[in-house]
């Protein structure tokens, strides 16, 4: 027996008082994982799908090694809300080895694999049922309403659940209503009556806008105050590089996705969107207390990822077509490297063409790239002087948003709806976030509607 300090959840609020159980006072260990995004054929390749299995077998190769108390997957298991039976059949290999392990797997839903229709089911609900993990979410899928119910097998979903000493809770995905229900949501978890969990980890698949700088985070800091007053560790998905909050004693973590969604992320070194930013797992443990310490540790080492490489070529200084596929050809023979598999490779082309574009055949120089590395893929894109993205992005550095308003306010500027372009734009770029948050195209037509109405 010894002396403790026992939190329970009253009026919304946790209250000490002094007790005295047999309770271990060991520290809890989980993985945290996000954005796995199986099923994501890059390029439409099946190789590229393959990878992100890949990188999701050596996380849970990870997870078996260190045999933590749990795992946590902050959303986007999957990368679409259809998927093939055999992205469904690799996480459930994937998972059936961490159960037989005897290792609990919990998510949430993230925005690619969520059903925003009432009554739907995501195929994350599917593998809850069948016990391969347990899927956490606030609002019950078909009367909408909010539900502070522990999670069960038969039901397939729960708003938490208690492993040992520790207590998750998750949210599904919500997008742009998120900050709006995160005060009901810490009320309704806070009514929830104390067990004997000694520290309380949350799942949540957002931004935070402290640490996202290009214009797509989705919660503030103060935000998430109405869960922070019984959260110990929040683990986060849905931004695909590592980051912490606060600066001192962080709170809020996360990890990033596991391989490279895109070329950007597949980069290093340049300071750009998604590029030099790490990305792979965290290897919790927290040490149950008031404050609670928690020893998060960065791992971006134990996960096998493709080869991404960038290239620029200067279209300058070449004065027609052929003297530049010479170039590109000895720009190419230059970076010669070992690869321990197929890159992909983006040539990027820059500067002022002095040549008509019609004569630029792009195919041609990827095929040049092609003869010499025999890469995976090869990318060509064009960075060329008056191009209206790279003036905007001269200005505006990495805000994709600030971008994107001037990029679009200059084609419509334009047409014949000039004098429309502000209220045009701001529709535009409305729409583009509530599609990405999976909203169905009659509610994407009704919100049109509404906001040109």
């Known amino acids: 027996m010894q002396s403790c300090s026992l939190f329970v959840w ?7 008082t002094d007790c005295t159980r047999t309770m271990s006072d060991a520290p809890i260990r989980f993985v945290h994982l996000a954005d796995v995004h199986l099923g994501f054929r ?23 090694r260190v045999a933590p108390d749990f795992v946590v997957i902050a959303g986007d298991l999957f990368d679409s809300k259809s998927i093939e039976p055999s992205t469904y ?30 009554g739907e089911r995501s195929w994350l609900w599917q593998l809850s049922r069948h016990g391969r993990l347990r899927l ?36 599904e995905y919500l997008g742009a209503r998120l ?57 986060l998905g849905h931004v695909h590089y590592e980051y912490r909050l606060p600066e001192r004693n962080p ?15 597949g980069l290093m070194g340049e300071p750009s969107e998604g590029e030099g930013r790490v990305r792979g797992l965290y290897d919790v443990t927290v040490h149950p207390g008031r404050p609670a310490e928690i020893d998060a540790r960065f791992r971006d080492d134990v996960i096998a990822r ?23 050809d000895q720009a190419v023979s230059g970076r010669l490297e070992l690869f321990n598999e197929p890159p992909v490779i983006e040539l990027r082309l820059t500067g002022r063409l002095r040549f008509e574009r019609i004569h630029l055949d ?49 084609l419509i500027g334009e047409s014949p709806h000039a004098d429309e372009a502000p209220a045009l734009t701001a529709a535009a770029l409305d729409l583009k976030a509530a599609a990405l948050e999976g909203q169905s195209p009659e509610a994407l037509a009704q919100h049109l509607e509404r906001r040109l109405g």
């Open 10 to 16: 009253y009026n919304e609020s946790p209250i000490q």
């Open 42 to 64: 890059q390029y439409g390749l099946s190789e590229r799908a393959a990878d992100f299995v890949r990188a999701f077998d050596d996380a849970v190769d990870y997870c078996l």
């Open 89 to 118: 059949a690799a996480a459930d290999i994937a998972l059936e080895r961490l159960a037989r392990a005897g290792i609990p797997v919990v998510a949430n839903e993230g925005n690619h694999e969520r059903w925003f229709r009432r």
């Open 136 to 171: 956490l979410r606030q609002f019950d899928p078909l009367s909408g309403e909010l539900q502070a119910r522990p999670w069960t097998s038969e039901r397939g979903f729960g708003a938490y659940t208690d492993i040992g000493a520790a207590r998750v809770f998750g949210v």
């Open 179 to 235: 900050a709006a229900h995160l005060p009901e949501i810490g009320a309704s978890l806070s009514a929830v009556p104390a067990g004997g969990q000694r520290a309380v980890i949350g799942l949540l698949h957002t931004g935070v806008d402290e640490a996202v700088h290009l214009g797509v985070g989705g919660v503030t800091l103060d935000d998430l105050a109405p869960i922070r007053a019984f959260t110990d560790y929040l683990a």
């Open 251 to 265: 709170w809020i973590f996360n990890p990033g996705a596991l391989e490279a969604h895109n070329i950007l992320e």
């Open 306 to 328: 493709r080869p991404f490489r960038r290239w620029s070529v200067d279209v300058g200084e070449a004065a027609d077509f052929d003297q530049l596929c010479t170039h590109v």
């Open 362 to 410: 792009t195919e041609r120089l990827a095929e040049i790239v092609r003869a010499t590395l025999q890469p995976l893929h090869v990318r060509v894109t064009l960075q060329l002087a008056g191009d209206r993205r790279r003036s905007a992005a001269a200005r505006y550095g990495t805000n994709v948003r600030a971008i994107e308003r001037e990029v679009l306010e200059q």
